[in-house]
């Protein structure tokens, strides 16, 4: 007699394994925390929860006035008084949606000695969260990138100039002279009315590695470059597109120039049940989109998954059908001229 049939099977390890950590590795997402920062800064509280309560509305405006500071008169006062009133606005906010979906089977992980039924959802969640934050992301950047000053009061700006005209609203950044231009960039502010510090520099996978080294030059080096960079703070991206043709590009910006506020649906807020659909609305806060409220919907169904788990029996499985939705706004400063805080900057190679 033959013991073939009993030889020992295939040695299988537990799960989770580790090994997997870099094909699960996730990018870096420094639109979504500088926006998270920057909210309470650019919308208050009262108007974050009208916006977070904005269901069903037709329109969702943000009340403003835009600047007329005119010129003063060189003259006393006489009896014709001027008539130089404000002029209030309406801006309008512009949501954006998005939704993922994937399905548990109970039955299948059952039937596994090496998966739960917890860890599939806990891993599918994870991906489809991953999934909304990556949109959410690119949206973010192309806010910004729609938002960026398209001309600038600074003499270093324009034809001529030391950095030359814009090209596609981005300051064009030498080689030459980018060791410096992080000093040069808080000038560029300043004659644009705002402050040289308190600003917020995000920028692709290749702006640190200019950084990193700018920074390293202190006061002992033979070329101090360090001290330009009080009065920045540098998040990274890798939703940020870089220039055909530059080195790295980057957005500088001041403190709270961009907000994100999420809303959900009066069903999720309530929790809501369909008994005759098997459909249950909830919500979650998502720590990857930056505390933002998402929308959660799962459905109860009977399906055959004989095929999936390889069971001939399993043709009446209960499937848990999972959806997972985003619906927010985002918000960058009301601008009237063309010389707003967003300024892009390409470094050339």
């Known amino acids: 007699m033959s013991i073939a049939n009993l030889k020992r099977q295939n040695a299988r390890g537990v799960y989770p394994s580790e090994t997997d950590r870099q094909e699960l590795r996730q990018q870096s997402y420094g639109y979504i925390n500088m926006a998270a920062a920057s909210t309470p800064l650019l919308i208050n509280a009262v108007n974050q929860q009208i916006i977070q309560n904005s269901w069903g509305a037709p329109a969702v405006q943000i009340p403003v006035f835009k600047k007329d500071v005119g010129t003063a008169t060189a003259s006393t006062l006489t009896?014709?008084?001027?008539?130089?009133?404000?002029?209030?606005?309406?801006?309008?906010?512009?949501?954006?949606?998005?939704?993922?979906?994937?399905?548990?089977?109970?039955?299948?992980?059952?039937?596994?000695?090496?998966?739960?039924?917890?860890?599939?959802?806990?891993?599918?969640?994870?991906?489809?969260?991953?999934?909304?934050?990556?949109?959410?992301?690119?949206?973010?950047?192309?806010?910004?990138?729609?938002?960026?000053?398209?001309?600038?009061?600074?003499?270093?700006?324009?034809?001529?100039?030391?950095?030359?005209?814009?090209?596609?609203?981005?300051?064009?950044?030498?080689?030459?002279?980018?060791?410096?231009?992080?000093?040069?960039?808080?000038?560029?502010?300043?004659?644009?009315?705002?402050?040289?510090?308190?600003?917020?520099?995000?920028?692709?996978?290749?702006?640190?590695?200019?950084?990193?080294?700018?920074?390293?030059?202190?006061?002992?080096?033979?070329?101090?470059?360090?001290?330009?960079?009080?009065?920045?703070?540098?998040?990274?991206?890798?939703?940020?597109?870089?220039?055909?043709?530059?080195?790295?590009?980057?957005?500088?910006?001041?403190?709270?120039?961009?907000?994100?506020?999420?809303?959900?649906?009066?069903?999720?807020?309530?929790n809501r049940v369909s008994m005759a659909d098997g459909i249950r609305w909830s919500t979650e806060t998502s720590e990857l989109l930056g505390g933002l409220e998402i929308e959660l919907m799962v459905k109860d169904k009977c399906s055959d998954v004989s095929a999936t788990t390889g069971n001939a029996l399993d043709t009446n499985a209960l499937v848990k059908s999972y959806q997972m939705g985003l619906n927010c706004c985002i918000v960058t400063p009301y601008n009237t001229g063309t010389n707003g805080g967003i300024k892009k900057f390409d470094l050339l190679p």
């Not at 034809?159 to 960039?185: C, E, H, M, P």
């Not at 920045?232 to 001041?254: D, I």
């Open 79 to 270: 009896c014709t008084f001027l008539s130089d009133n404000a002029e209030a606005a309406l801006m309008n906010l512009t949501f954006i949606n998005a939704h993922v979906g994937f399905d548990i089977i109970p039955r299948l992980t059952d039937q596994s000695d090496i998966v739960t039924e917890a860890q599939d959802f806990m891993r599918q969640f994870s991906d489809k969260e991953e999934a909304l934050a990556n949109f959410l992301e690119a949206a973010i950047y192309n806010a910004l990138d729609t938002a960026a000053a398209s001309t600038s009061d600074s003499a270093f700006i324009g034809a001529g100039a030391k950095f030359g005209a814009l090209v596609g609203d981005a300051v064009q950044v030498s080689a030459a002279q980018s060791q410096f231009w992080f000093n040069d960039l808080k000038s560029i502010f300043q004659a644009d009315k705002f402050q040289r510090s308190g600003l917020d520099v995000i920028g692709d996978a290749q702006l640190p590695s200019f950084v990193n080294q700018y920074t390293a030059q202190g006061a002992a080096n033979s070329t101090n470059s360090l001290f330009q960079f009080n009065g920045y703070q540098f998040q990274y991206s890798n939703s940020t597109v870089t220039t055909a043709g530059a080195t790295s590009t980057g957005f500088a910006m001041p403190k709270g120039s961009v907000a994100v506020i999420s809303r959900v649906s009066p069903d999720a807020a309530n």
